[in-house]
């Protein structure tokens, strides 16, 4: 090629299009190395299709009845690591550029609910939420299991079990179980179902009848 005289109308046509192209490079690669970061999340469930069949291997019966419950007999949060407890390594993991003090406590950061979309800056705002209430796994067969058992659910990071939402939202889910409650945000729905299902089938929980009726629907249409 370089033998051959290119006219010089020609090389001001190649020369525009090579720096479109460039343009067009570098234009992609600010989208992949600058574009909005993926909100972290907690362990990420299986997808409907095997959570569909981890429900329909879940034995349905009633729930019992709160004798004998107390929050005391789930003891959370654990240490995990150093002076950091399970509370704060899922408000690190849940968060945005997340600051912690010299107690591994929250100082800074911003966490996207995605109960309802809301975002805090104030770690105040956020509750750590148990996907499966205490007291519905006491409901469910934990009263029958140990404390040690019980505590490994209560801060279990494994499964999908805890995660960073508005504190009022999750005051206004309790201890509700699918049928009575769902988060307000639509879109996440089929996420919460999936995360349900998957933790009450890790700990071998029961469902109630109006709870799988529910949870039916959801993860169809997913």
């Keep these: 090629m370089s033998g051959i005289r290119i006219p010089g109308a020609l090389r001001g046509v190649y020369a525009r299009r090579a720096a479109a192209v460039g343009g067009l490079t570098a234009l ?14 907690p362990p990420t469930p299986p997808d409907a299709a095997t959570v569909r069949t981890y429900l329909g291997q879940l034995t349905v019966q009633a729930e019992t009845s709160m004798d004998g419950y107390s929050r005391a007999k789930f003891p959370h949060w654990s240490t995990q690591s150093g002076q950091c407890n399970t509370r704060e390594v899922v408000l690190k993991r849940d968060g945005e ?23 805090w800056t104030d770690a105040q705002d956020i509750d750590i ?21 019980r505590q490994a659910f209560a801060n279990d990071l494994t499964r999908p079990q805890l995660i960073a939402v508005t504190d009022r939202v999750n005051q206004a889910k309790g ?26 089938h890790h700990y071998q929980l029961t469902v109630d009848p109006a709870e799988k009726t529910k949870l039916t629907g959801i993860l169809n249409g997913c």
């Design 129 to 149: 939420d148990h996907v499966v209430p205490l007291a519905q796994a006491w409901r469910s067969g934990a009263s029958a299991w140990t404390t040690a058992q």
């Design 28 to 41: 992609v690669g600010s989208l992949v190395l600058n574009g909005p970061a993926a909100h972290a999340a």
């Design 175 to 200: 201890d509700k179980d699918p049928a009575q409650w769902m988060p307000p945000l639509n879109s996440y729905a089929c996420t919460y179902a999936r995360m349900w299902v998957t933790v009450k």
């Design 97 to 119: 550029n997340v600051d912690q003090d010299a107690k591994c406590a929250a100082v800074k950061g911003t966490w996207a609910s995605p109960y309802d979309g809301a975002t």
